[in-house]
């Protein structure tokens, strides 16, 4: 069952901008991962982010937590046409279940 | 990282047949393994979770009689359609699940896509 919500659902950027993604959850969670889906293939792992965590990098990727607001940001900075795929949040929460959101389309044009 | 394989990778079957997809976790042993659906543009739906050697746990809306969920080891899970129907047809997706430490790591298959006609 999903529990959070993504937006936006779909995003169109050229190449070199930075990319957003929102992600709002409604339970408390243990941490929260991004996970990107390239179409008609399985689930990449980007990045984790502990709730005690307000921000973590990994190369291009920005995540940011807030607790408080139950949301959470991924930034793509200088994409590339590579980075066009579908892009998921995941929360772990009770019972270390991983619950994914909506997903947002993302499609870096050339 | 910990790898994941699903077999077959695609299928495409006649309504009414049933169909087996099996998921291995293939350098760890996977206490409990998920199966998602994913139809086209939307996201992962959980539809099972299932612990090895016991029986499996669905989620609300999904037919444990249609869906059969076999975790017979540590190591493979496999995922029946029976009687499958074109409204059946999506990206079924297995995820496994151990505990190296303290914590959980959780792994995802590449998916299968099934094609009922």
């Known amino acids: 069952s999903q529990q959070g919500e993504e937006d936006p659902q779909a995003l169109s950027i050229q190449e070199g901008e930075n990319a957003t993604m929102n992600c709002s959850y409604k339970?408390?969670?243990?941490?929260l991962q991004w996970y990107r889906q390239n179409s008609g293939r399985g689930l990449v792992h980007l990045i984790l982010i502990r709730s005690n965590e307000r921000e973590k990098h990994s190369g291009r990727l920005r995540v940011t937590l807030d607790t408080s607001k139950k949301s959470s940001s991924l930034l793509i900075t200088a994409s590339r046409a590579a980075d066009t795929a579908s892009y998921f949040c995941?929360?772990?929460?009770?019972?270390?279940?991983?619950?994914f959101g909506g997903g947002t389309r993302l499609m870096v044009k050339p | 990282g910990a790898v994941v394989s699903q077999h077959p990778s695609w299928v495409i079957c006649k309504s009414g047949t049933s169909v087996k997809i099996e998921c291995r976790s293939l350098d760890f042993q996977a206490t409990t393994m998920f199966w998602y659906r994913q139809f086209p543009k939307q996201s992962l739906m959980l539809m099972a979770t299932s612990n090895e050697g016991s029986k499996a746990t669905y989620e609300q809306g999904v037919e444990k009689d249609k869906f059969l969920i076999n975790h017979a080891s540590l190591t493979l899970s496999t995922l029946t359609v029976t009687s499958a129907h074109p409204e059946d047809s999506s990206f079924y997706i297995c995820?496994?699940?151990?505990?190296?430490?303290?914590?959980?790591?959780?792994?995802f298959g590449p998916g299968t896509r099934l094609t009922v006609t």
């Open positions: 995820s496994a699940r151990y505990r190296p430490g303290a914590r959980y790591e959780q792994y």
């Open positions: 995941a929360t772990l929460g009770a019972g270390n279940m991983l619950t």
């Open positions: 339970t408390s969670i243990n941490n």
